[in-house]
T-cell receptor, first 110, second 111 residues
Framework: GQSLEQPSEVTAVEGAIVQINCTYQ??????LSWYQQHDGGAPTFLSY????GLEETGRFSSFLSRSDSYGYLLLQELQMKDSASYFC???????????FGSGTRLLVRP | DTAVSQTPKYLVTQMGNDKSIKCEQN?????MYWYKQDSKKFLKIMFS???????INETVPNRFSPKSPDKAHLNLHINSLELGDSAVYFC??????????FGPGTRLTVL
């Protein structure tokens, strides 16, 4: 089977740093993506890792370890607007097919 | 300019009815998708078309039928709606598959 595991909920304080982990088990692997979704909104693309290592985009960074089937999204200098659900997704046995994790709901408190 | 648009935004209908959702993208992408997001926010791919050709067809009841008249449009027709079809349906598009652009979603409620 194919599965992705991520925590269901994370709470953090404004200005802090938070890490959202994702472990995956898929029949194939092209890369790991992260998407953000605000309540009532559409998922929006944040980052993509095809190779091991850290990718940085502003306040957000994403890490991948292919040997450990593990990745994480790091959010720095948290802002209230970062309160949303964050999904990891694997491009698995097809380069077009995304398999999504169940999402992590991030609540940023003042 | 809206990149990926869907109509309608909300759809409330009775069990047994047939309904359609339309999707259009103006990004020039070759690939379009339909996703279903259930009440627990689990997002699952249903179908994908690449240049009007069906390339992904997940285990979806055959009451669901996608149609792609051209590579900028992907419609979803649902026959004999059931209570379990209630969900948010997202259309998306991409060029290669890495970054997918999602439409605003269609919230379907079956009564």
């Amino acid at each position: 089977g194919q599965s992705l595991e991520q925590p269901s909920e994370v709470t953090a304080v404004e200005g802090a740093i938070v890490q959202i982990n994702c472990t995956y088990q898929t029949s194939g692997f092209y890369g790991l993506s992260w998407y953000q979704q605000h309540d009532g909104g559409a998922p929006t693309f944040l980052s993509y890792n095809a190779l091991d290592g850290l990718e940085e985009t502003g306040r957000f960074s994403s890490f991948l370890s292919r040997s450990d089937s593990y990745g994480y999204l790091l959010l720095q200098e948290l802002q209230m607007k970062d309160s949303a659900s964050y999904f990891c997704a694997v491009r698995g046995d097809s380069s077009y097919k995304l398999i999504f994790g169940s999402g992590t709901r991030l609540l940023v408190r003042p | 300019d809206t990149a990926v648009s869907q109509t309608p935004k909300y759809l409330v209908t009775q069990m047994g009815n047939d309904k359609s959702i339309k999707c259009e993208q103006n990004l020039g992408h070759d690939t379009m998708y339909w996703y279903k997001q259930d009440s627990k926010k689990f997002l699952k791919i249903m179908f994908s078309y690449n240049n009007k050709e069906l390339i992904i067809n997940e285990t979806v009841p055959n009451r669901f039928s996608p149609k792609s008249p051209d590579k900028a449009h992907l419609n979803l027709h649902i026959n004999s709606l059931e209570l379990g079809d209630s969900a948010v349906y997202f259309c998306a598009s991409s060029q290669v598959g890495v970054e997918q652009f999602f439409g605003p979603g269609t919230r379907l409620t079956v009564l």
